[in-house]
Every structure is written in structure tokens, then in C-alpha cells.
């Protein structure tokens, strides 16, 4: 499995970043067995602590097995700016049932409750490793995953429909990466979302544009800033665009626009979790040499919240760029300021014909049944879609290609138990990898005693 998830991530570092970021093969070479000794850290640590525990304690490694995966996933998640990438929860991404218990527990759990079946098989399988604590704990991992199913199921024929309607169109225009930040070709992308704009019919109240869909600092471009004022203006649409942003102070932003009816500029949405060496290089007042290994040219500086934008008398929008979306505690952060739908503006053209553009939607589909909310995600090219608050793809693009997206959706403002409460079940595994430790030390003491 992990060789699968990963696939696609070591295609973007070691081709696309040579194809499209203008490093080197042999730097890129370089960040690919970097990223890859890194990743394997966790795995490695994983088997370690396994055979090791197994041989020298109490603890059968069927408990410890599930609680240390999951407690090292969510290592991940934070641990040096974080890299939650290829979850194992992840995997069951299309099976939408099980998911649904992500809107109380959170993903970890059902990554949790995989590792939980998969060493009940293993264990059972096994004959001269059965006990009757064997047979509880298998037992009890069967209780889990119907429970979780049977959430699953009643949640889905919950109306999940309620709250203020908008209609939405999502362009992707399928610029290709390789052209997209040309002087020449800057205009023709401009003219492009404005020609997909104008070709919109009926009544829409917000059009997305994908990240950087606008390759310029729009500041400093008032001509092309007015230009969209007018267009919004004109068809009376809000228009979210994303488009570089410099501040008074001249630091550098991946922002994403929030034009309204009036054309007027209603909020700008600074991206504050940010991708090393992708958007700024770490480190590397201390380590010059790291600039070599960084498609950034100019570092871009970090927004200070995920505050949502106010879209007028309708509501709040979430912005989620890119890679921000990878993050649970992003999406809950975002809503508990006030969302009522997550947006992702993102460009997942740096993947190229890889498995890492599907990877990156499914991820989202996990944003929607954790947050309770619409999750509408415009890419440049794909996967761009409409997902809803179950989990359920209500719109879908295809890879590389020019496609409009057309549907309604409701913006919630109910927050689940996930949202208010966070990542709880992780202070649960905590507890329980202290109290095994705990016992298992007791229990080596008294046995020295004897």
C-alpha cells in the first residue's frame, strides 16, 4: 500500500520538479531520497518498536500494532511542518459508509480500525498464536467495524440539505505547466478564464477560479484587476480567483481574490501553511546550499489566519490552497472561524499524468464528512468536483482537460463533533500507549522480585 500512495509524490519530486521547476536531475534525485529516507522513518520506527515489544514484553502486538500506526500517522501530520500524505484511512476513501465516523472521531480512527482488522486476521490465521485475549480483541474489532458501518449507514439517510442555497460554476482551463508562468502565454491564460467566464449561462452567484489562475501579483497589475471588477460587475457574479498578492511591505503570497457583484474586492486569502521548497525553502539562512533543491525563486511569506472570506448576504467561504488541504486540522480550524463551505483553489498540474492528482481529491472527499460541509475544489486541471457533506461526489472532471462545473449547494452552519472537539481519539491512544507501557514495566519488576 505504501508503495502505491507514494507513487505519484516521488513522480512530482524527481521528474516534475526537474520538468516544470527547472532543478536539476541530480538535485531532484537528491530531494527524492531525502523525502523517501524521511517517510521510511515512520515505517521503519513502526517495525522497530513491533518486534521489539513483542519480544520483550507483556503487550500482545496485536494491541500494540493499531495504536502506535496511528499514533506515528498523526506524528506525521505535524512533526517538521508536517506531511499527512497517504493517511491509511485513505485508502477507504470510496467506501463512503465507513467513512461517515470521521465527523465524530476523525480519519485517524479509521486508519486505527484497518491496522485493528488486518492483525486480527494475521493473528487469527496464526494457530499457535491464539489465547483468549486473542480471541477478545477480535471480538471487539468486529464490534468496532459493524458499529462504524451502522453509524455510517444511518448517517447517510440523514438529509444532510439544509441551510442557504448558491449556485456555483467551477472553471478549469487546463493550463499547462510548462507554459503557464511564460511572459507570452500570461495573457492568453487571462483571456482564457475570461472567454470560460462569459461563456456561462443562467444564474450563478459564485464562479471559482483554480489557484494561480491569475500568474501575476494582481496589485501591480491594476489593468487586469479592473478588468475582472468590470466582468464580475457585468454578470453580476462573485468571482473567487487565485493570483499572487504582495503586501504594503512587498512580501510575496499565494492568495486567492474574493471579487463581489459589484466588483469590488470583498477579502484576500493568504495561504499560511505553505510547501517546503516548493512555495519557501526552510532552513536556508543556515544552509545556502538548500536553494539549490527549491523550485520557489522568490520565497512566498506565510498568511497569519485561516479566516474565511464573507461572500456578501450569503455566507462564509473556507479557502483551503492546495496542500492545506491535506490537513485535517486546517479544514476544522477554518470552520470553527466561521465557515459555511470549504473551497480548494488548487493546481495539481505539477503531478503530471501521476496517481498524486487522485490521491489529492480523495482527501477532500474525507475534509467533507469531517467538517459536515460542501467541499467544492477548482483545479486547474483536474480533479476539480463538487463533493458533499456525506462524501458523495456530486460533480467530477476528468484529468487535462477544459471542463465547467455547474451545481447548488447548501452552506452549513452546524458543526460536527469532529470540528468542536478535534483529534480527541488520539489523546485516547496516548493514554493507552502509557498505560501499556506503564504495566508492562510493572509487570518486568515483579517478576524481578520473585
Known amino acids: 500500500m505504501g508503495f502505491f500512495a507514494y507513487t505519484g509524490l516521488v513522480y512530482w519530486v524527481f521528474i516534475a520538479m526537474n520538468k516544470y521547476g527547472g532543478i536539476d536531475i541530480l538535485s531532484s534525485a537528491v530531494c527524492t531520497l531525502l523525502l523517501s529516507l524521511y ?26 500494532s493499531p495504536t502506535f500506526w496511528t499514533f506515528l500517522e498523526y506524528l506525521r501530520t505535524y512533526l517538521l511542518s508536517g506531511f499527512p500524505w497517504g493517511l491509511l484511512a485513505y485508502s477507504q476513501h470510496s467506501f463512503i459508509p465507513m467513512i461517515q465516523i470521521c465527523s465524530l472521531l476523525g480519519p485517524y480512527y479509521i486508519s486505527f480500525l484497518i491496522v485493528s ?41 440523514r438529509d444532510s440539505d ?51 489562475a491569475l500568474p501575476f501579483v494582481l496589485e501591480e497589475n491594476p489593468e487586469i484587476l479592473k478588468g475582472i471588477s468590470r466582468l464580475a460587475k457585468e454578470r453580476k457574479i462573485s468571482i473567487l480567483a487565485g493570483a499572487l498578492s504582495r503586501d504594503e ?56 489566519t485561516h479566516k474565511p472570506l464573507d461572500l456578501q448576504d450569503f455566507g462564509k467561504l473556507g479557502i483551503l490552497i492546495c496542500y492545506e488541504g491535506i490537513f485535517p486540522g486546517i479544514s476544522r480550524e477554518t470552520v470553527n472561524n466561521g465557515a459555511n463551505v470549504l473551497i480548494n483553489l488548487t493546481n495539481d498540474a505539477w503531478y503530471d499524468k501521476s496517481s498524486a492528482p487522485f490521491q489529492h481529491f480523495a482527501f477532500y472527499i474525507f475534509r467533507a464528512v469531517e467538517t459536515g460541509m460542501y467541499v467544492l475544489r477548482c483545479a486547474n486541471t483536474g480533479i476539480s468536483a463538487i463533493v458533499d457533506p456525506r462524501g458523495r461526489i456530486v460533480e467530477k472532471s476528468s484529468l487535462f482537460t477544459e471542463e465547467t462545473l455547474y451545481g447548488e449547494v447548501f452552506l452549513k452552519n452546524e458543526q460536527t463533533f469532529y470540528v468542536k472537539h478535534g483529534d480527541w481519539f488520539i489523546l485516547v491512544l496516548v493514554f493507552i500507549i502509557v498505560a501499556l507501557f506503564s504495566w508492562n514495566l510493572l509487570s518486568h519488576k515483579n517478576l524481578r522480585k520473585k
Open 117 to 157: 482488522v488486518n492483525t486480527s486476521i494475521f493473528t487469527l490465521l496464526k494457530k499457535e498464536r491464539r489465547s483468549k485475549m486473542v480471541y477478545l480483541f477480535s471480538f471487539f474489532t468486529a464490534f468496532l467495524f459493524f458499529t462504524t458501518l451502522f453509524y455510517g449507514l444511518l448517517s447517510l439517510n
Open 249 to 304: 511591505n512587498k512580501r510575496l503570497y499565494n492568495a486567492a481574490f474574493l471579487f463581489d457583484q459589484d466588483g469590488e474586492i470583498k477579502g484576500i486569502y493568504r495561504k499560511v501553511h505553505l510547501v517546503p521548497f516548493g512555495e519557501y525553502t526552510p532552513l536556508v539562512k543556515y544552509f545556502p546550499f538548500l536553494s539549490r533543491i527549491s523550485v520557489s525563486g522568490e520565497d512566498f511569506t506565510p498568511g497569519r
Open 39 to 64: 517517510l521510511a522513518l515512520y515505517t521503519g520506527l513502526f517495525s522497530f518498536m513491533i518486534s521489539f515489544l513483542e519480544s520483550r514484553s507483556y503487550v500482545p502486538f496485536f494491541i500494540i
Open 162 to 212: 439544509k441551510g442557504k442555497k448558491i449556485s456555483v460554476a467551477i472553471i478549469q482551463a487546463s493550463i499547462p505547466q510548462d507554459v503557464k508562468w511564460t511572459e507570452e502565454y500570461k495573457i492568453k491564460t487571462i483571456l482564457k478564464y475570461f472567454e470560460k467566464t462569459n461563456q456561462i449561462k443562467g444564474k450563478v452567484d459564485l464562479i471559482l477560479w483554480p489557484e494561480t
